[in-house]
Structure formats: C-alpha cells, structure tokens
T-cell receptor, first 116, second 117 residues
Framework: AQKVTQAQTEISVVEKEDVTLDCVYE???????LFWYKQPPSGELVFLIR??????QNEISGRYSWNFQKSTSSFNFTITASQVVDSAVYFC?????????????FGKGTRLSVIA | GAGVSQSPSNKVTEKGKDVELRCDPI?????LYWYRQSLGQGLEFLIY????????KSGLPSDRFSAERTGGSVSTLTIQRTQQEDSAVYLC???????????????FGEGSRLTVL
C-alpha cells in the first residue's frame, strides 16, 4: 500500500526561525516520485519540488531545502529564515507507480504559521 | 485559459439535492484529476481521466458520485442526493500526458467549496 504521513498537523514559528516539515512515506515500488506542494490561503496548490527515488542528493532552492533519505523513507522540507508569506498548508505526496499519469497520494498536510 | 478553472467556487445546498461541479483544465492537458479536501483529512483522490476515459475510479466514495469528461476537456463531477459528510473542497488538477514523471507538476484549480446543510 502507498501511504504518506505528515505527523505534524500544525507548526507555529516566529519569523526568521528555521522550520522543518516532516514527511514519511510507504511504498512497495522500487521506482517512485516524491513531491511537495504549498497551499496558501487562496486555496490553489502550488508545486514546489519533485524528487526521483534514484536521486538521493539533497536539493536547495533559495530558502527551501529538501532532505531525501531512502533508508528512512523520509523526504523532509526545511525553510530557513521563515517569513510570514511562508504561512500555508504544505503537502507531501507520492507517485507510486512506474508508468502513466497515476494520481498522487497526498499526506494530510502540515499547517505552518509564521508569526511576525 | 491560463490556469485550471473551477465553478462554482462556493456552493451551499440542502441535504438530498444533486450538485454538479465543473472543471475546465489547462488547454492541451490530457490528464485530469479530482480530489476532495475535507477538514483535517488532506487530499483524497476521487477519479482520474486520461482523455475522456477514466482508468482509475477507485477513489469515488459511493455510487452517489460520478464524473464525466467530454471532448478531452471540461469535466463535471456530480454528487447525487448529497449528504452532510459530502461537505468539502473539491479540487481539480490537470497535467500533460505522462508529464508527472517529466516535470512532476500537477496544476490545481482553486477548488469548489461545497456545504451541505
């Protein structure tokens, strides 16, 4: 079975703090893809990153960084020097199969509140 | 259009009534997905279309739910005899064929918020 667990339901930080959002996944597939999406108050999910299961290299994009560890089935997301505009619900997702446009399996999301 | 368009943005209905939710995907996107977002439940997959056919209907919660897609474009999600537990935000997303593994990106609409009284 495919499953994505985001254990943190809500996180609140003060502006400029660093924050890490956890994501743990389960899949029997040897090839899969992992994603992070951001849902701001407007409601529209915005794609942040996709990671291939073969590529465990960490990635950094500005204040965002992702730590993929296959050994622990985790794909954690860190925001450094958080800003109020980072306040949103963040979803981790898994694409479990190897062909076609299979639907993403999403976690329940983590609501991040950044306080000024 | 430039993005995925959903209508209505808000719908309030009485228990037992039927509702139709519409999704207009990005032009040229052959794959279309419906998800449901309930409070505290994350995104629940409902159905996926490739062109006009639905290879994966596994997420539809009951036979009161149905969806169709015509002309490889607009899709309608119909909920018959609505129940209070159907209250949620219904999100539509689209992508190019096979593109999840190339670009990884699903393009989402802003959703249709359904409230069943």
């Amino acid at each position: 079975a495919q499953k994505v667990t985001q254990a943190q339901t809500e996180i609140s930080v003060v502006e400029k703090e660093d924050v890490t959002l956890d994501c743990v996944y389960e899949t029997r597939d040897t090839t899969y893809y992992l994603f992070w999406y951001k849902q701001p108050p407007s409601g529209e999910l915005v794609f942040l990153i996709r990671r291939n299961s073969f590529d465990e290299q960490n990635e950094i994009s500005g204040r965002y960084s992702w730590n993929f560890q296959k050994s622990t089935s985790s794909f954690n997301f860190t925001i450094t020097a958080s800003q109020v505009v980072d306040s949103a619900v963040y979803f981790c997702a898994l694409s479990p199969r190897n062909s076609g446009n299979t639907p993403l399996v999403f976690g329940k999301g983590t609501r991040l509140s950044v306080i000024a | 259009g430039a993005g995925v368009s959903q209508s209505p943005s808000n719908k309030v209905t009485e228990k037992g009534k039927d509702v139709e939710l519409r999704c207009d995907p990005i032009s040229g996107h052959t794959a279309l997905y419906w998800y449901r977002q309930s409070l505290g439940q994350g995104l629940e997959f409902l159905i996926y279309f490739q062109g006009n056919s639905a290879p994966d209907k596994s997420g539809l919660p009951s036979d009161r739910f149905s969806a169709e897609r015509t002309g490889g474009s607009v899709s309608t999600l119909t909920i018959q005899r609505t129940q209070q537990e159907d209250s949620a935000v219904y999100l539509c997303a689209s992508s190019l064929a096979g593109s999840i593994r190339i670009t990884g990106e699903l393009f989402f609409g802003e959703g249709s918020r359904l409230t069943v009284l």
